[in-house]
Structure formats: C-alpha cells, structure tokens
C-alpha cells in the first residue's frame, strides 16, 4: 500500500521476485555458516521461509521470525563470512517485507543478501576485490527485468563507508545501467 509521496504500490509476485533474488544469494554461501556453526539451523530456516512465500504462501510471521532469528545467529558467528552467510539468510526471508517506500535503505532489502556473497568470495580470496566483482556480475545476470522494475522505484543505494555498502552500491549502479 502507497503512503506518501514517492511511495509506490508492490505486488506479492514483486516481493517473490525479490525474495527469490536474495534466496538464491543466501543458498550459495549458506554452507559456510553450516560449516562454521555445525547445528545452528536458523539461517536454513529462514531461507526456507524465504521459498515457501516464493512458492505461492502468503507472507506470515514466519518469514519475519525467522529473519530476525538468522540476524541473531549472524551476531553471534565467529567468523566474518559467517556472519556474512546468516545476514544473507535472513535478509531472503525479510525481504517478502520489502516497504513500498521511497527510501534509499530499502534497497538493502533487494541487493544486500548478493552483496554479503560478494564479499564473501573477497574474503575466501584474501581480500581480492576482483572475486567481489566476479560474485557481483554473476548477481547482475541474475537479476531479471522484473526484479530491476523493483529496484529502479527505489533511490540508488548510498555507498556507505564499510565493504559491504560499496559492494551493494556497486551492484545497484550495474542493475540500474542498460547494457
């Protein structure tokens, strides 16, 4: 439902869209946080609620919970790419919450779970940005038309001063330009 000026409306076959985008992010590197936390099963959960909306169910608590569970298990990972995996997880289930709303921050929602495997492939590279940008193209043949219909009612998304904000800003500024 629109609110304000420069809201917008989004449909639920939009916010499976954007959560099938972030789900497939959150899938790739998911084995990671599995591997460094043998038994924590709440970024699973997540994107499993993440792929039972995509799959047609109505959003729920479900998807809700189970994000702010798989946040919860990113803070207490011991390691950066596993925090990284479980942020992605929970990032694919909230993303069937995405706000039709002309903010900037929103854009997290769409491209955060691609940028936390970017840097995750930069990490397992020693810090090599190309591996970023190898994960970022792979995040952009990815995105459909109507996935970037989404994006584009959005602001770009700020650059921020950390890695993960330049890599999410990266991808939106590669979406956002015709090929």
Request: charged share 25%; hydrophobic share 45%; aromatic share 4%.
């Amino acid at each position: 439902m629109a609110t304000g000026p420069g809201d917008f409306e989004l449909t639920a076959d939009e916010l499976r869209t954007v959560a099938r985008y972030a789900a497939q992010s959150a899938q790739e590197v998911l084995p990671l946080f599995e591997a460094a936390v043998p038994g924590d099963l709440r970024p699973r959960a997540a994107i499993d609620a993440a792929r039972e909306f995509i799959g047609g169910t109505r959003r729920t608590r479900l998807q809700r919970a189970t994000s702010l569970d798989a946040h919860r298990a990113a803070k207490e990972a011991p390691t950066e790419t596993a925090r990284l995996a479980a942020r992605a997880a929970g990032d694919a289930a909230a993303a069937a919450y995405l706000h039709p709303i002309a903010r900037a921050t929103q854009v997290g929602h769409i491209l955060r779970a691609a940028a936390c495997a970017a840097r995750i492939a930069e990490l397992d590279a020693d810090g090599d940005p190309a591996a970023g940008a190898e994960a970022l193209e792979r995040a952009r043949e990815r995105a459909t038309p109507a996935l970037i219909d989404v994006l584009t009612r959005y602001p770009p998304a700020p650059a921020g001063g950390n890695r993960l904000a330049q890599l999410m800003a990266a991808l939106d500024t590669a979406l956002r330009t015709p090929r």
